[in-house]
């Protein structure tokens, strides 16, 4: 029998009925595939080991791609700034006057701002440790808008994290692989993020829809907004922390009060990744590990119920004020009830 | 009147080359570059073999590679999984559905059908958007995709002029 190179090549079958079975076999694997995705979860876990090998081979693939690129910009950057010196220099010249008197008030409102948290006794968070990456490649479609942060599980980064630019918050880490992050922008289909307008305090969800401008949805009360007030996020249900800038709102041309993020205005080289996970985070474990009462003093400085923390072997005080004297004589009988 | 002489297309040339070229255009075109403070655009490059690949000829092996492509598209755009293996297989079977209609027509009327079905595919993928986060995804940012899909015709062109004659059974 002779050797054939090609088993099958001797099969005869309907090619147009076989090529549609297999359309329709295919067609069904991928609706498996998408009623099986998590993507929306946000959890670790959903983001699956093919996700996680694509990052990783991505994000070296995607900076060389990108290198050639950043390269030009940098150098029609540099011709910029030496052909229009002149204008530049009396540019910034009138931004540096803008600048120094905003530096002056932040100096005296630091100053009185410290004074009254030292009067009021009000602790401020402690600063939240970051990472620093460069993104590697950029998805900007209506379905998906999404960054890949060429720092990832190596540097700390889990799913949650929020993302900032130089200029406001970019989004939220929504997977990591070995040396890549996924980072799911405000901008995203998907990205619902807690805000509140800066001037009014009233709050918001930000309802990304694929466009550049993403929508104030859920807003409350009214004057809650008024154009170009600045939109901060809120910090409600502790997935961002509070007052991180998002950018400023405008109305939209459906007449919607949409938002144009800070994020936006400049090309986006290199993200900070905030390593918060909730406000848990900021407490002292030390100090929250110590389950001491409060002292509770009441009228008389001999009468405090609990005035140190319980331990197993010690006899909690007698309640000295708390059990009435016994009287001396017996009270008086009640006169005789009238008939 | 026997075809045995008749020598197949190879799967490597017409099915596996474009779509390699179609994931090394995306790649490519997701580089984080701004032109003039402007993103590139983002084309759906496989839509070029999804078209392409149907008016040729009937096949096996497309809808396989095409899943594979759209899988590609989904994890590295960050989208859910299936989202464009769905939308492009869509756009590909109506394509082969409407084959015998296509065949002969001028280009420009090509170019119409194309368009067509990238319709079709950027349709089916803002429904499944929709019911997958229970939000409408902004038309106008929708609209900017479709355009940048709708000129790669010329790469669809060309495929199916090399490759239509390819195969004397499906002239």
Avoid at chain 1, 159 to 164: H, K, Q, S
Avoid at chain 1, 170 to 179: A, H, I, K, T
């Amino acid at each position: 029998m002779a050797f054939r190179q090609d088993p099958f090549g001797d099969l005869k079958v309907p090619l147009t009925w076989t090529a549609a079975v297999a359309l329709i076999v295919a067609a069904v694997v991928g609706v498996a595939a998408l009623l099986s995705d998590r993507r929306e979860t946000l959890q670790t876990e959903a983001y699956g080991v093919a996700r996680q090998a694509v990052d990783t081979v991505s994000a070296p693939v995607g900076g060389v791609v990108a290198a050639p690129g950043r390269w030009t910009g940098d150098l029609l950057g540099w011709l910029g700034s030496y052909v229009f010196v002149a204008g530049e220099n009396r540019r910034l010249g009138r931004r540096i006057i803008v600048l120094q008197d905003q530096a002056d008030e932040a100096v005296r409102l630091r100053d009185e701002n410290e004074r009254l948290r030292a009067m009021l006794g009000v602790r401020t968070d402690p600063p939240i440790p970051m990472v620093t990456a460069r993104v590697v490649a950029d998805s900007r479609g209506p379905y998906s808008n999404s960054r890949l942060a060429n720092a990832g599980s190596e540097s700390g980064v889990v799913v949650g994290f929020p993302v900032l630019s130089e200029r406001g918050l970019v989004g939220r880490v929504v997977g990591v692989s070995r040396g890549a992050s996924r980072v799911l922008l405000l901008t995203d289909v998907a990205a619902r993020t807690p805000v509140m307008v800066d001037r009014s305090n009233a709050r918001a969800i930000l309802t990304g829809d694929g466009g550049p401008n993403p929508k104030l949805e859920y807003l409350r009360g009214r004057e809650a907004v008024r154009d170009g007030d600045r939109v901060l996020t809120s910090g409600d249900g502790g997935v961002l922390p509070r007052g991180l800038p998002v950018g400023r709102a405008v109305r939209g041309l459906d007449g919607r009060w949409r938002v144009v993020l800070d994020a936006d205005t400049g090309a986006i080289d290199w993200v900070r990744i905030l390593k918060f996970r909730d406000y848990a985070q900021l407490a002292n474990e030390a100090e929250l590990a110590v389950t001491r009462m409060p002292p509770v003093i009441t009228e008389s400085r001999q009468a405090r119920i609990i005035d140190s923390p319980p331990t197993p072997t010690a006899i909690p005080p007698k309640p000295v004020a708390t059990t009435p004297p016994k009287p001396a004589t017996p009270p008086a009988k009640p006169a005789a009830a009238p008939r | 009147m026997s075809f045995s002489a008749a020598r197949p297309l190879d799967p490597w040339r017409w099915i596996g080359v474009p779509a390699l070229l179609c994931i090394g255009a995306t790649v490519l075109l997701a580089a984080p570059i701004r032109l003039f403070g402007l993103g590139l655009p983002e084309p759906v490059f496989p839509m070029v073999c999804a078209f392409g690949w149907a008016v040729i000829r009937p096949s096996i092996l497309a809808p396989f590679v095409l899943l594979l492509t759209g899988a590609f598209l989904d994890i590295y755009w960050g989208a859910p999984i299936g989202l464009w293996a769905i939308s492009l297989l869509t756009a590909y079977a109506a394509t082969l559905i409407m084959r015998n209609m296509m065949t002969g027509q001028s280009r420009p009327m090509m170019w119409a059908w194309y368009v067509s079905m990238t319709a079709v595919t950027l349709t089916t993928g803002y429904l499944i958007t929709m019911l997958d986060v229970k939000a409408a995804p902004s038309l106008i940012a929708v609209f900017w995709q479709f355009l940048a899909t709708a000129i790669l015709y010329p790469f669809a062109h060309r495929l199916i002029d090399r490759f239509e004659d390819a195969d004397v059974r499906f002239r």
